[in-house]
């Protein structure tokens, strides 16, 4: 008997026995949309939707006068949020 992670292997008779995990239904839809590749029907909608979120962000920057105390501590956050995203992209 081999045993590894998820199951076990019987070298005499060849037999494996394994398990294997999947998401419900619903969230395994999502993670699909959320993972489409360029080949998929969908990667169009995929990159408006992500140039959308970016107009977005950028156009907030306006919403306060930048001598508020609101605009400076959303640049903190900014700044920080930056910074978290690069080493998370680094690791």
């Not at 909608?45 to 140039?51: D, H, Q, R, V």
């Not at 950028?58 to 006068?65: G, K, L, Y």
Request: hydrophobic residues 50%.
């Amino acid at each position: 008997m081999l045993i590894f992670k998820q199951g076990a292997y019987n070298q005499a008779t060849g037999e494996a026995k394994y398990s294997k995990m999947e998401l419900p239904s619903v969230i395994d839809k999502m993670t699909k949309l959320h993972k489409a590749q360029s080949k998929d029907r969908l990667s169009p909608l995929n990159a408006f939707f992500g140039i959308s979120l970016l107009f977005f962000v950028i156009s907030s920057f306006w919403m306060f006068n930048p001598k508020s105390k609101a605009f400076k501590r959303g640049m903190i956050f900014t700044v920080a949020g930056l910074v978290v995203s690069i080493i998370l992209l680094l690791i």
